[in-house]
């Protein structure tokens, strides 16, 4: 199916109590999918496009506070973003050169992210459909708290920081 097609599937946006849904992504390879593992606390992060400037500002903060995350309690960060793996995985290598546990995910449909009611139309400026940007915390597979910004270029209240305070 092609992401376009995933925008006629999008769900109501997920809310606190909600379940992440079993939708397989991709990590490492295009030809290999699971689901997320989540088990414990996590932080799923949405970005509307990899190499962007407002995402390349984004993501450093979760790569520089990685530890302060773990400190805190979570398990699992993990980084998801509407395009293939061989992109998803070049963009992990240019923000984080020397290597990062953080988990940049690969939704190439759009069906992960429709399901969690975070796709959007950016056939205008990224092609087709994107992630808007977005922050949820999980307790294992159930949210906790979602924080989704107004505009996708913002970084408030889905930045590092602003988490960081929440988990």
């Given at each position: 199916?092609?992401?376009?097609?995933?925008?006629?599937k999008?769900?109501?946006?997920?809310?606190?109590?909600?379940?992440?849904?079993?939708v397989?992504?991709?990590?490492?390879?295009?030809?290999k999918?699971?689901?997320?593992?989540?088990?414990?606390?996590?932080?799923?992060?949405?970005?509307?496009?990899?190499?962007?400037?407002?995402?390349?500002?984004?993501?450093?903060?979760?790569i520089?506070?990685?530890?302060?995350?773990k400190?805190?309690?979570?398990?699992?960060?993990?980084?998801?973003?509407?395009?293939?793996t061989f992109?998803?995985?070049?963009?992990?290598?240019?923000?984080?050169?020397?290597?990062?546990?953080?988990h940049?995910?690969?939704?190439?449909?759009?069906?992960?992210?429709?399901?969690?009611?975070f796709?959007?139309?950016?056939?205008?400026?990224?092609?087709?459909?994107?992630?808007?940007?977005?922050?949820?915390?999980?307790?294992?597979?159930?949210?906790v708290?979602?924080?989704?910004?107004?505009?996708?270029?913002?970084?408030?209240?889905?930045?590092?920081?602003?988490?960081l305070?929440?988990?």
């Amino acid at each position: 199916m092609a992401p376009e097609a995933s925008l006629a599937k999008v769900k109501p946006q997920v809310a606190a109590g909600a379940t992440i849904p079993s939708v397989a992504v991709k990590e490492d390879a295009a030809d290999k999918s699971s689901t997320l593992a989540l088990k414990g606390k996590n932080i799923i992060i949405g970005v509307p496009g990899a190499f962007t400037t407002p995402c390349n500002a984004h993501i450093p903060g979760y790569i520089d506070s990685y530890e302060k995350f773990k400190a805190k309690g979570v398990s699992e960060i993990f980084v998801v973003a509407v395009n293939d793996t061989f992109v998803t995985k070049a963009w992990k290598e240019k923000l984080a050169p020397n290597g990062t546990p953080i988990h940049f995910i690969a939704d190439d449909q759009g069906e992960f992210i429709a399901e969690l009611g975070f796709l959007f139309d950016a056939s205008g400026l990224l092609g087709g459909p994107r992630s808007k940007r977005f922050a949820v915390i999980t307790e294992d597979d159930k949210v906790v708290s979602v924080a989704v910004e107004e505009k996708p270029p913002q970084v408030t209240v889905t930045s590092a920081e602003s988490i960081l305070e929440q988990v």
